[in-house]
Nanobody
Framework: QVQLVESGGGLVQAGGSLRLSCAASGRTFSSYAMAWFRQAPGKEREFVAAISGSGGSTYYRDSVKGRFTISRDNAKNTVYLQMNSLKPEDTAVYYC????????????????WGQGTQVTVSS
């Protein structure tokens, strides 16, 4: 399995930017589809973005399209989430997740999860 560690969260004003990173262990990182999910207090976990193992396919929830970009550097075993034009409703704990080969938006299909990193957007 893949061990995942998120970083890069913090406090930012509305309209600002943050770049989240998720560092993965192992030698087969490129064989895993990766995704970002988030969970706000009192809310269910929701899909944010996903990327295929090669980086050739990406997917986003509608509310972040045009603002967030998921990317990966397989040589560094790292996936990123660049978040621009942040809004207060983006405030949540952000988690990265990994699934072997098949990209999906369903959190139940991901077997490896990081501990999460807090993103807070003030208004």
């Amino acid at each position: 399995q893949v061990q995942l560690v998120e970083s890069g969260g913090g406090l930012v004003q509305a309209g600002g930017s943050l770049r989240l990173s998720c560092a993965a262990s192992g030698r087969t990182f490129s064989s895993y589809a990766m995704a970002w999910f988030r969970q706000a207090p009192g809310k269910e976990r929701e899909f944010v973005a996903a990327i295929s193992g090669s980086g050739g396919s990406t997917y986003y929830r509608d509310s972040v399209k045009g603002r967030f970009t998921i990317s990966r550097d397989n040589a560094k075993n790292t996936v990123y989430l660049q978040m621009n034009s942040l809004k207060p409703e983006d405030t949540a704990v952000y988690y990265c997740a990994a699934r072997y080969w098949i990209v999906t938006m369903n959190d139940a299909d991901f077997g490896s999860w990081g501990q999460g990193t807090q993103v807070t957007v003030s208004s």
